[in-house]
């Protein structure tokens, strides 16, 4: 996928281990494989994401049920506050890969969040020249593999399916994530689980650094 690096202002103009023996050469093999599998997986399929929240019913969002046997994106468009976010995914033409099996952790900026940025930069990304931009901004909030919100922690960097990287800020409680630079997101709703990953409402679109 082509990378897609620019700005606020440029946008505006274009818009368990199994086992511990004495054996070392399995015991680096186990090392390796927890420094490598995602905790919230493993987790995952050992009880279920609803387990794991607590939560069987699912997570409320606008008044409706996100429910874990519906994938992300039917979640997704049940939620009215999400609505610019699904029809820009459509646009791109990422439908069918987050409804794919993922699993996929997304951060999705609301309607307002969007509704922050110019107008005139939003209709631009949705012309067919700048398609390759909007699948950047939009894959700049997705990120390959399960995250709740218990897994993100202050100082970490995420790898995003854009290529680059979101950065997390954990304050007082509230998960953050950003570029680095500009203000970050805040996390809204935390751990809309999915069949097919975890979905995570955040107020602010993050846009990609240029570099």
Known sequence: MQRIFFP???????VGLTSCGSDKTAETTNTAKMSTTN???????????????????????????????KNIVQNAMAAKSVSTLVALVKQAGLVPTLEGKGPFTVFAP??????????????????????????GVLTYHVIAGRL????????QE???????KLHVMVKDGKVMVGNGKDAPATVQIADVVSSNGVTHVIDT???PLAK
């Open 8 to 14: 606020l202002a440029t946008l505006a103009l274009a």
């Open 148 to 155: 709740l919100a218990a897994d993100l922690k202050d100082g």
């Open 158 to 164: 995420l790898t995003t399916v854009n290529g680059e």
């Open 110 to 135: 609301t309607n307002a969040a969007f509704d922050k940025l110019p107008k005139a930069a939003v209709a631009a990304l949705q012309t067919p020249a700048e398609a390759a931009k909007l699948k």
């Open 39 to 69: 905790p919230a997986d493993s987790m995952a399929a050992m009880g279920g994401d609803s387990a794991r929240m607590a939560k069987p019913g699912g997570v409320m969002v606008d008044g409706v049920a996100m429910t874990a046997d």
């Open 205 to 207: 679109v993050v846009l």
